[in-house]
């Protein structure tokens, strides 16, 4: 068996059940969702994130089916903020609390995946999103942050998806630069990533050893079923935060300090939303 044909066979044994291997597409089309079904649950994990975390809500709250919110041992006001919110929309909003201290992007992560011990732990990043994915309640699940606030684009590209035979949605967001009116210099935009996707089939794993990735049949092995946005649909505030960094491991946070310069002026359109969202 050559090299390719390997990793080919074990992709498909980690990402998709036996039956849709050997169906093939025909059964990947036909257990992929559809609409009027494709209702969304919005996850939310969150550490120390009391600055942004009720506007990151706000502004998707009324565009999913429910959100998610987990938070993982905050010592700052955010568990307040949850309640607050919690307290605003019953109906869709459900909280939980991660116990343990979940090791950081970096080389905390990197020690965890060296060991069987450490791969199995909840202390290890994919095992958290995975433990706050299956809180989530509906077939779809939109990855939103603590730090991230919707743009006017988010809500057509959500109307569009549920109607669309889509079953994971890549697409990224701008960095904003504390001055509000820039972005951040060599880091404009986030990565396009998957942040909409079918719960079913799909998994967090890990990626190059210092994050957890999504790994889902619809992003590779049937890709006709992947859409990408390429404008960006969220504002990202992390260069805006006081603790900035604290999500990473030190030897990041040393790489990520130098992201945090002034970059080129937001568009028109961006700065007006900017102002219009009080950020």
Request: with cysteine; charged share 25%.
């Amino acid at each position: 068996m050559t090299a390719l044909k390997q990793i080919v066979t074990q992709t498909l044994k980690n990402v998709v059940r036996p039956f849709v291997v050997t169906g093939g597409r025909p059964i990947a089309a036909a257990l992929a969702g559809k609409p009027p079904h494709k209702t969304l649950s919005a996850m939310v994990r969150v550490k120390n994130e009391e600055e942004y975390l009720d506007r990151a809500i706000t502004s998707i709250v009324d565009l999913v089916d429910e959100v998610i919110i987990v938070d993982n041992l905050s010592d700052d006001a955010t568990p307040e903020v949850i309640g607050s919110l919690r307290a605003r929309y019953p109906t869709k909003i459900k909280t939980f609390t991660y116990p343990f201290n979940v090791a950081r992007y970096g080389d905390e992560h990197t020690a965890l995946t060296k060991t069987r011990a450490g791969r199995r732990s909840p202390n290890y990043l994919p095992n958290f999103y995975s433990w706050c994915r299956a809180r989530c309640t509906h077939p779809y699940i939109l990855k939103w942050d603590g730090d991230t606030v919707a743009t006017e684009a988010l809500r057509p590209a959500l109307q569009s998806f549920r109607q669309s035979k889509s079953q994971i949605l890549f697409y990224t967001g701008i960095n904003l630069h504390e001055s509000r009116e820039h972005l951040i210099n060599g880091r404009p935009f986030e990565d396009v990533e998957p942040r909409l996707f079918y719960k079913h089939y799909s998994r967090y794993g890990d990626y190059q050893g210092y994050a957890e990735r999504l790994v889902s049949p619809y992003a590779t092995l049937f890709s006709e079923y992947a859409e990408y946005i390429q404008d960006p649909l969220y504002i990202h505030l992390k260069f805006c935060k006081q603790q900035r960094f604290t999500n990473m491991s030190a030897n990041l946070q040393e790489r990520e300090q130098r992201f945090s310069s002034i970059g080129e002026a937001l568009s028109v359109d961006l700065r007006r939303q900017v102002v219009s969202l009080g950020l």
